[in-house]
Structures are given as structure tokens and as C-alpha cells.
T-cell receptor, first 112, second 114 residues
Framework: DVKVTQSSRYLVKRTGEKVFLECVQDMDHENMFWYRQDPGLGLRLIYFSYDVKMKEKGDIPEGYSVSREKKERFSLILESASTNQTSMYLC???????????FGPGTRLTVT | AQSVTQLGSHVSVSEGALVLLRCNYSSSVPPYLFWYVQYPNQGLQLLLKYTSAATLVKGINGFEAEFKKSETSFHLTKPSAHMSDAAEYFCAVTMNSGYSTLTFGKGTMLLVSP
């Protein structure tokens, strides 16, 4: 079975802190994705990566950056956390040209 | 641009009743379509997918969906709801971006009462 793990299930941070969310997949997938999920808004794509060191902006990249130094790991970085970044963050991965994505359990981030 | 509309943010059914969750899409190219389910405090799990083969697609847990090009729809159905079906359901369509990305609908919460 494909396994996508996220470093924390729950995280509480203060405004202005730098926040790292880590995602690891164990199936040698080329593509990795970061979404945020908010009630009534569904999933919105923040960033994705189709190869090591490659990244592309999604629909809402403002306030976020990403890093992919190894194929299995994709990090989401909040350079200076703000309260409007309080949300559920979901990581996903997929094979090269496959659209079928496998999701991690999510990290619920609260910024106070 | 590709988009997905899920009609109804909440749908309530009784146990044993038919489940119908609606999804309409817009796409400039033949789409691939997906239904995902999210149980409380979990990530998303693939229920079923349409990838231009059979228009009636069967998925896990007794769910199925029919691709209707003329109606640009991909509604999810299950003949008889079970309490364990209570969850949030998301429809997704492939984006014509050159990358393997999806656009998700806003989700429909399915409530099942005894």
C-alpha cells in the first residue's frame, strides 16, 4: 500500500513564526502536492512538484514556499505564519502521468 | 479552465435509503473524473475514477458513478446508505495544465440517520 505520512497531526504556532510541514511518501512517486482545506472551500492547491528540486505554484501560493531536496520528501514552509493560515494542510503524491493522488492524514495548523 | 460544482454542501439520508451526490464539471478537453471520500480526522481516499473507458464506474464500498458527457455530470450513487458512509465526499476533475493536477469541488457532507 502507498503510504504518505505527515510530520504532525496537530500543530500550534504563534504569529510570525517560521513553520515547516513535512511530507514523506514511500512509493517512489514523481509528483507531490500540498493543499489546504477550509470549510466550504474544499481543497485548494498551494504548490506541487513533479521532480526533485522542481516546484510549481498552485492556486494559492502567497505566503508559502516549498522544498523538495529528495524524491520522497516535500516540505511546505510558512516563512512568517499569520492567523489566516490556520487550516488543515494535506499532502498528496502520484506517479508521473497518473492523476490518481494518494493523501496523507493531514496536519491541522493553528496560528495564534 | 476546468472546474467542478458539487450541488449541496450537506446531504441527509436515512440508513437504507438511496445516496445521490451530484457533481457537474466544465472542461475544455475530455476529462478524467474522480470521487474521493474523507472520514473524520483523516486524509482523502479514492472511491472511484473515470478515465474514458466504461461510463459507469464502480468503486469501493458499493458506490458507483456514471459519466454523462451530454450533461457534463459525474454523480455518485449508492443504493442503500449505511451509517459508516457518513463522511465528506469530494469530486475532482483533471486540469488541462500539462501537469498531473486535479481541481476539487467544495465537498458534500453526507449525514446518515438511523
Amino acid at each position: 500500500d502507498v503510504k504518505v505520512t505527515q510530520s504532525s497531526r496537530y500543530l500550534v504556532k504563534r504569529t510570525g513564526e517560521k513553520v515547516f510541514l513535512e511530507c514523506v511518501q514511500d512509493m517512489d512517486h514523481e509528483n507531490m502536492f500540498w493543499y489546504r482545506q477550509d470549510p466550504g472551500l474544499g481543497l485548494r492547491l498551494i504548490y506541487f512538484s513533479y521532480d526533485v528540486k522542481m516546484k510549481e505554484k498552485g492556486d494559492i501560493p502567497e505566503g508559502y514556499s516549498v522544498s523538495r531536496e529528495k524524491k520522497e520528501r516535500f516540505s511546505l514552509i510558512l516563512e512568517s505564519a499569520s492567523t489566516n493560515q490556520t487550516s488543515m494542510y494535506l499532502c498528496a503524491s502520484s506517479f508521473g502521468h497518473s492523476y490518481e493522488q494518494y493523501f496523507g492524514p493531514g496536519t491541522r495548523l493553528t496560528v495564534t | 479552465a476546468q472546474s467542478v460544482t458539487q450541488l449541496g454542501s450537506h446531504v441527509s439520508v436515512s440508513e437504507g435509503a438511496l445516496v445521490l451526490l451530484r457533481c457537474n464539471y466544465s472542461s475544455s478537453v475530455p476529462p478524467y473524473l474522480f470521487w474521493y471520500v474523507q472520514y473524520p480526522n483523516q486524509g482523502l481516499q479514492l472511491l472511484l475514477k473515470y478515465t474514458s473507458a466504461a461510463t459507469l464506474v464502480k468503486g469501493i464500498n458499493g458506490f458507483e458513478a456514471e459519466f454523462k458527457k451530454s450533461e457534463t455530470s459525474f454523480h455518485l450513487t449508492k443504493p442503500s446508505a449505511h451509517m459508516s458512509d457518513a463522511a465528506e465526499y469530494f469530486c475532482a476533475v483533471t486540469m488541462n495544465s500539462g501537469y498531473s493536477t486535479l481541481t476539487f469541488g467544495k465537498g458534500t457532507m453526507l449525514l446518515v440517520s438511523p
